[in-house]
């Protein structure tokens, strides 16, 4: 695919309008309750019948924090009381034991993702117990490229401790940063020096583990390009593997904490854009390759290896090289995608610990997709990871004519090409250099779902830029 790309402020601009992320699609609102327990076994069973066993992934939602980030729209929990972790644990087992029944023994797990919330709120003890009890209750492969990832909340881990989780298996480790700027943090409630971050990501590098994330946010209250200019030569400075950098979504009507923002402070329109392009360039002059959406990656990464061969994909957990697995979901709120179905647990803590105790698998909604969906997600994946659809691949992979199926569909996709953001022969449709941070807006055309209730859907999502 052209990874090359061009910043023009006039076209982010106009685009900059609510959407979906597409880390699925449909996307997790079209879920309803009328998926239960039953429909999640059903799609295990239809998904071990698969002539060739797929693979799994693991994700599992740990919701605790000691302290509330105000910028924060993840489904948390803020708790001092460790004790809460270990009652956690207990239930969580037996969901692990009544899903990890569902599925084949032979179906070996390639990825398991630790996310939160904060994970690290567990001790290294009862996280090498989580993944001892997952090892026993799935067949996890051996694999070179086996992931086992973990988010961690720097300030609330030792370098000593990085190293009891690369004994545990962990080689991936996630962590979030946002901004190293003082008065940035004090606005956010997220005081964390830069010398401590620095020093777990040696601590990650000395004790082995294979890849280290970092996690930065442009948009924050007293954010300036001066400020975040330190911080991303900081950032650079470590030269982690891979950079996710999220444009900050205020949505203070959806996310309780973010009302303790003063929205006085929030940048401008037209200063969020410069903060973008800011990190554009500073990433790119120091030899990082933008993947799609927010993310980047040095050439050498898997991220970008598999970018380049095709192999890239798009899940709830973001970029992945593990394209071919049933995504199994654990704990509060968390999603599974097996076979053609979408899962999800109760967001509410006492709902899903009450499912646990009655001995179900709490399943709160979810859906199946039909034919259609299955068509639109294919194509949805394509733009996301790699910028461009091979129509006669793809025609002949569903077994339609593209351009009459998706009539409607390249008529709303028109200004986009006018506009230059895109390119449609008839035989491909290629994000350019100038669309590929717009990637969503091209995505949006071709969701069904958006344009049944634009107004009612869009409340739901951040925007593009």
Excluded at 111 to 127: E, M
Excluded at 134 to 145: G, K, N, P, V
Excluded at 223 to 241: N, S, W, Y
Excluded at 413 to 438: E, F, I, M, N, V
Aim: aromatic share 8%.
């Amino acid at each position: 695919m052209d990874t090359s790309f061009a910043f023009d402020a006039d076209l982010l601009r106009r685009y900059d309008r609510p959407g979906p992320r597409y880390t699925s699609y449909p996307t997790a609102p079209q879920f309803d309750a009328g998926f239960d327990e039953a429909q999640l076994r059903q799609a295990a069973a239809e998904s071990n019948g698969d002539p060739i066993p797929r693979r799994l992934s693991l994700y599992v939602h740990v919701p605790f924090c000691t302290s509330p980030c105000f910028y924060c729209g993840c489904n948390r929990i803020i708790t001092r009381d460790t004790a809460r972790g270990e009652a956690y644990l207990a239930r969580l087992y037996r969901e692990v034991a009544m899903t990890a029944a569902l599925f084949d023994r032979d179906r070996e797990v390639i990825q398991l993702h630790f996310g939160g919330g904060t994970p690290n709120f567990l001790a290294p003890g009862q996280l090498g117990e989580a993944v001892d009890t997952l090892r026993h209750h799935f067949r996890f492969s051996d694999a070179d490229d086996r992931d086992i990832s973990i988010e961690i909340d720097p300030r609330q881990v030792s370098p000593g401790e990085i190293g009891e989780l690369a004994a545990i298996g962990f080689n991936r480790v996630s962590l979030g940063i946002q901004d190293f700027d003082p008065r940035v943090q004090e606005a956010v409630n997220r005081i964390q020096p830069a010398a401590d971050t620095l020093a777990i990501i040696d601590a990650a590098r000395r004790h082995g583990m294979r890849s280290v994330n970092v996690d930065l946010i442009y948009g924050l209250p007293r954010q300036t390009p001066e400020g975040f200019a330190r911080t991303l030569d900081i950032v650079t400075g470590a030269r982690p593997d891979r950079l996710a950098v999220y444009g900050y979504a205020h949505m203070p009507r959806l996310f309780r904490a973010q009302r303790r923002i003063v929205e006085e402070e929030l940048p401008s329109p037209a200063s969020r854009l410069a903060l973008l392009q800011l990190t554009i360039e500073k990433l790119t002059a120091a030899g990082y390759r933008y993947i799609g959406m927010d993310h980047f990656a040095l050439p050498e990464d898997e991220l970008a290896r598999a970018q380049e061969n095709g192999s890239l994909h798009r899940n709830f957990m973001g970029y992945t090289t593990h394209a071919d697995t049933d995504l199994i979901g654990l704990g509060v709120s968390a999603i599974s995608h097996v076979g053609n179905s979408f899962s999800q647990n109760p967001r509410e803590l006492a709902d899903w610990q009450t499912a646990l105790d009655e001995g179900r698998l709490p399943v709160a909604r979810g859906m199946w997709l039909d034919p259609d969906d299955a068509i639109r997600a294919d194509l949805i994946q394509q733009l996301m990871c790699q910028g461009c659809i091979e129509v006669p691949a793809f025609e002949r992979r569903h077994m339609l004519r593209f351009h009459e199926y998706f009539a409607a569909d390249l008529a709303r996709l028109q200004p986009l090409l006018d506009d230059g953001l895109a390119r449609w022969d008839g035989k491909r449709l290629q994000a350019t250099s100038r669309g590929r941070l717009l990637l969503r807006n091209m995505a949006m055309c071709f969701d069904r779902y958006l344009h049944q209730d634009v107004p009612a859907n869009t409340l739901r999502y951040s925007r593009a830029i």
